[in-house]
């Protein structure tokens, strides 16, 4: 009975203190984590660009509307999901047919070179796109660091950072000084899955997460300093098992960044209240709630990653892509668009004149975008149904948006303007520019004055109660100040001062 009874002693010893952690962590207080002020320069920033870059960039292919940056994950599970219907066997046949049977993906880096990656022309194209951010995949899901990563290599066994195998460059580095020197602002990605870790099983994941992921964060910080954590992949950890408090509460108070970075909602598979800066959707045709600052993600294409496989077709329109940008910044959010370099590090041609496209755009409109606030009303509707929603697919284009501006399908209404506004004066951005006289509806207060942004002649317009009409001039070619939407400046018209 002694014997027994010593038993149950030393089990409760063992038990106590892991009962006691478990309760310790999902009893945190978020009080202070929740009640901190967000730094304005995101709010102010609206655009931004991923940029994902990996081993994956050696392959560069996977079937249309899948994310070619998964293609480890493809591979060796024979599977595969997204736009289209798919056998599953697409990239596993494809490794075979192009790199020989059995070819490993730890294969890939040896050729991942990036022989071609110049920083400093890539933050150039950025600064020229109007982007006030970027954001780089430093460790996707394949655990690859483009730094040296010192967790990386150890537990994988191998050399698997780009300081060690491939480019032997500390990538994060170059890609930061160059960002920092034009005055954009620097985000790393860091996943938290990693498929192939011999630690991250539901078994090791406190391990994994103390001993791989908490020191890979804080290595990141503290070297590079970044103005955006951008989280990803938490699988079905929850807060508690991603230790997320005693992460935020290092990273608000301690980091050298604590004042002015900011980390979005995806550090964990939440039990209850999303615990973050921001709130992020992916390529998604549906707004949030302006009452917490959110962010749009999505390619120019349908992969993240650079997919040699897709066409033109595949690529959003730069009209597409500008009025997406407008709609989610009307209704309070950023817009943070994705390119792909291939595995030397050039960006393909037609992701550059996209962003040029945009930063063209942005040079005549962005007063309209840039530090703004999403008015009372977000847009005016024309006449119809305004439910039009894509059908079928996973993953939404682009150009879905121009459905609710410019090509509507037969009895759905039509987006005719986007509000926004900085202080008093209000934006009305219009997708269309019709010749001669245009209704904005509903504005209570009378505008001092009526300007088309990046057009320096007088512009004749009337108040009749609450609408106003304005007389869009007729323009010669090469007198539009822009294309693809234009810009009407309200000035003293938003009622909110």
């Known amino acids: 009975m002694n014997k027994r009874v010593l038993i149950v002693f030393f089990y409760l010893l063992l038990i106590i203190p892991i009962v006691s952690v478990a309760q310790k962590n999902s009893d945190k207080d978020w009080s202070a984590i929740d009640s901190r002020k967000i730094p304005r320069w995101f709010t102010d920033a609206k655009f931004g660009i991923f940029i994902h870059w990996g081993l994956y960039s ?14 480890r994950y493809w591979c060796d599970n024979d599977t595969l999901f997204g736009n289209g219907d798919f056998t599953g066997h697409e990239i596993k046949e494809y490794n ?61 066994g191998r050399p698997w950072t780009s300081t060690e195998i491939g480019p032997m ?15 954009i602002k620097v985000g790393t990605y860091l996943s938290l899955r990693e498929w192939n870790n011999p630690m991250y099983t539901q078994e090791n994941i406190d391990e994994y997460v103390i001993r791989h992921f908490h020191p890979q964060v804080k290595d990141l ?51 209850g209240k999303r615990h973050a800066d921001f709130l992020c959707r992916e390529y998604s045709n549906r707004a949030m709630s302006p009452d917490k600052p959110w962010e749009e993600c999505r390619g120019i294409g349908f992969s993240f990653g650079y997919n040699k496989n897709e066409d033109i077709q595949d690529y959003a329109s730069p009209m597409g892509l500008i009025h997406t940008l407008i709609n989610v910044v009307s209704a309070g959010g950023n817009l943070i668009l994705g390119i792909g370099p291939d595995s030397n590090g050039k960006i393909p041609p ?19 975008i840039y530090g703004t606030k ?11 149904d305004r439910n039009w929603q894509p059908k079928g697919k996973m993953y939404v284009s682009g150009d879905a948006i121009l459905h609710q501006t410019v090509r509507p399908d037969s009895g759905y209404a039509v987006k005719e303007v986007f509000f926004t506004h900085k202080g008093n004066d209000l934006y009305a951005i219009l997708p269309q520019y019709k010749i001669g006289e245009f209704v904005i509806r509903d504005i209570e207060s009378t505008p001092s004055d009526i300007t088309l942004l990046g057009f320096d002649s007088k512009l004749t317009w009337r108040k009749d109660g609450t609408d106003i009409i304005v007389e869009l001039p007729p323009m010669i070619y090469g007198e539009q100040p822009c294309e693809y939407a234009w810009t009407l400046k309200l000035w003293d018209a938003a009622g909110v001062e």
């Open 58 to 71: 050696v392959p560069a292919w996977s079937p249309k509307g899948t994310y070619s940056e998964w293609y």
């Open 96 to 156: 075979e047919l192009t790199y020989g049977k059995d070819f490993p993906y730890e294969g890939f880096a040896p050729m991942f070179k990036a022989q071609d990656f110049d920083a400093g022309e890539l933050a150039d194209l950025i600064k020229e796109s109007g982007a006030k951010y970027a954001v780089l995949t430093t460790k996707h899901h394949d655990g690859y660091a483009l730094w040296p990563s010192m967790e990386a290599s150890r537990d994988y």
């Open 169 to 183: 460059r500390d990538l994060v580095k170059e890609y930061s000084d160059s960002l920092r020197d034009r005055g």
């Open 221 to 271: 910080i503290s070297n590079y300093h970044p103005d955006i954590l951008w989280t990803d992949g938490p699988d079905k950890f929850d807060e508690n098992q991603w230790r997320v408090h005693d992460m935020l509460t290092w990273i608000y108070n301690e980091s050298p960044v604590k004042d002015s970075i900011v980390i979005n909602d995806r550090s964990a598979r939440w039990s």
């Open 350 to 368: 037609i992701m550059q004149e996209r962003l040029l496209q945009i930063g063209d755009w942005l040079k005549v409109n962005g007063e309209a």
């Open 374 to 384: 999403p008015w009372k009303n977000r847009e005016q509707w024309s006449e119809g």
